[in-house]
């Protein structure tokens, strides 16, 4: 085994021993923990993009596999980390969110709640764990372990309609756990496994009569998963929780959705796929109606959203809708465009995020913490940061945050140049083509490109109301007050996707060869159920 390999499980440790570690601190010792905590997610971000590297070097039309065994038991025995192109694409993508995020919040939000540093860093630890785990009893494991993160940041700051959104996002989430946990039980029932690649054996091979049970537990474990990427009507809690959480932690929740779509995008293919032994996919009908009428609702409540805190909010779903209706399609060329589209999409959301706060400030100050202080009976900590403490003036910062707020708003819209427009054109290229005859295009085709065309005109209407109001003619507005710490944070997730479009080519054959591995998911299989375990050292002075 190569020593890349080895890295698999580094993405899950150092999150963990990090987070543990920060616990052995006190609270006052801000400087420090915000130290451990960037230097470790430096760190999570660069062993990322070297199992990218490892995870890319294989050729184009075969899947590199790597394969960690935990315990040293050979799968489906014991527990297995994989590590494909797949993965490895979100394990960068998270680890670049967070620390966009974490960096963000070193202005002030890190110190107005207790143990943000070890929450934020158990909350990677579960991201990664969900995207590297090779069985479904693990991915309920990490999938709690993120979650119970989230609770904690999600109520992190205080304040009355925080703490409302956020028990109704416990809610909504204890009981998609308990549907996960059932849909599980299920699957074992029948086949006897939980290891993916093992189930993706078994399933073709289960009786007749244990069909209806096997497919009922898929539906209630689909379902777990929908609720999670905020599917119409199960998502209605995702823009209210959202707009409001704190700014940072906002940002990197633009990926949890994105959690529900990959295991969607895995299992779909892995398990019920044609190449997995299925005559036909799982859902597949349920999954781009449901995804169709999500992004038709969310582009509703982006037209009718007041605030942009809140139109960042819908357009999560829009973008979950978007995915869910490409995955229903189950066409390699429209996977490879929607995962393009996943990752320009996410970072973009996570930059408006941020932005949002920043533009905030730019209303009367003495009117927000009137509103401010009505929500929390003047004793929440962040009106004084804002007021006292929000950093030295940057010169230019309105240009700065309206060219921030345009590049946001053209990659929201996907109008060109920028990567929203690439990750659009990509899959309606796929189903329209010039290549392809207009009577050749299903009726399918033609809804996903009139969902993908209005849910762009809806985000573009939005977005210029929300521009001419804050910019052109505000009402009280006044220059905001930022660090350079916040801004850069912004600035760096919108320029990865300006290069994402500089470099489309690379990009986008990575997501080509992403898309054709997962839609042949045998070598996968292979990889897993073929693993040896690492031979016991030889015995002192033993023969050979």
Not at 224 to 233: E, Q, R
Not at 238 to 256: K, M
Not at 285 to 307: H, P
Request: contains cysteine.
């Amino acid at each position: 085994m190569e020593w890349k390999s080895h890295l698999l499980i580094v993405p899950i440790l150092l999150p963990m021993m990090t987070g543990a570690l920060l616990l052995l601190f006190d609270e006052r010792r801000h400087a420090l923990k915000a130290t451990l905590s960037v230097i470790a997610t430096v760190s999570l971000l660069v062993v990322a993009f070297v199992l990218l590297s490892f995870a890319d070097s294989g050729e184009p039309d075969a899947a590199r596999t790597g394969v960690y065994l935990l315990g040293n038991w050979s799968a489906p025995f014991g527990i297995v980390l994989v590590l494909d192109r797949l993965s490895a694409l979100m394990l960068v993508l998270t680890g670049t969110l967070a620390l966009a995020s974490l960096t963000f919040s070193l202005a002030r939000w890190d110190r107005i709640g207790p143990h943000y540093h070890t929450l934020f860093q158990l909350l990677l630890m579960g991201l990664n764990g969900a995207f590297l785990t090779g069985d479904l009893f693990n991915l309920f494991v990490f999938f709690e372990v993120l979650l119970a993160a989230s609770y904690g940041l999600v109520l992190h700051g205080s304040g009355i309609q925080r703490v409302r959104a956020g028990l109704h996002y416990i809610a909504i989430n204890l009981a998609a756990s308990l549907l996960f946990l059932i849909g599980v039980s299920l699957i074992y029932g029948v086949t006897g496994t939980l290891n993916m690649a093992d189930l993706a054996v078994r399933i073709p091979a289960v009786a007749a009569g244990d069909q209806p049970l096997l497919l009922a537990g898929a539906a209630v474990l689909g379902v777990a998963f929908l609720v999670k990427a905020g599917i119409y009507p199960l998502g209605f809690w995702l823009p209210t929780a959202y707009t409001a959480a704190a700014a940072p932690v906002a940002g990197i929740f633009a990926i949890l959705s994105k959690v529900g779509i990959y295991i969607l995008f895995r299992l779909s293919l892995l398990l019920f796929g044609v190449d997995a032994g299925a005559s036909a996919g799982f859902g597949e009908l349920w999954l781009f109606v449901a995804g169709i009428a999500t992004v038709a609702f969310a582009s509703a409540g982006v037209l009718a959203s007041q605030g942009m805190a809140r139109l960042a909010g819908f357009y999560v779903l829009v973008s979950s809708g978007t995915l869910l209706s490409a995955i229903g399609l189950a066409s390699v060329e429209v996977t490879s465009g929607a995962l393009y589209y996943m990752v320009s999409s996410t970072m973009a959301l996570s930059a408006f995020f941020l932005l949002v706060e920043l533009l905030d400030r730019a209303q009367d100050p003495a009117a927000d913490v009137l509103a401010v202080t009505m929500e929390a009976y003047g004793d929440d900590p962040e009106v004084e940061d804002v007021v006292e403490d929000a950093g030295l003036v940057i010169p230019g910062t309105i240009s700065i945050l309206g060219l921030c707020f345009v590049a946001c708003a053209i990659l929201l819209a996907g109008l060109p140049p920028l990567s929203g427009f690439i990750g659009k054109f990509a899959m309606l290229d796929a189903i329209i083509g010039s290549d392809k005859p207009v009577l050749d295009v299903s009726l399918f085709g033609w809804i996903f490109t009139a969902a993908l065309i209005g849910s762009g005109l809806a985000a573009m209407i939005a977005m210029v109301r929300a521009g001419i109001r804050t910019f052109w003619a505000p009402i009280e507005g006044t220059v905001p007050r930022i660090r350079l710490v916040e801004i850069t944070p912004v600035a760096g997730l919108l320029l990865l996707c300006a290069a994402m479009t500089v470099g489309g080519g690379p990009v986008l054959r990575y997501m080509d060869a992403t898309a054709r591995a997962m839609h042949a998911p045998r070598v996968y299989i292979e990889e897993v159920l073929s693993a040896a375990p690492i031979p016991p050292p030889a015995a002192e002075g033993s023969q050979p």
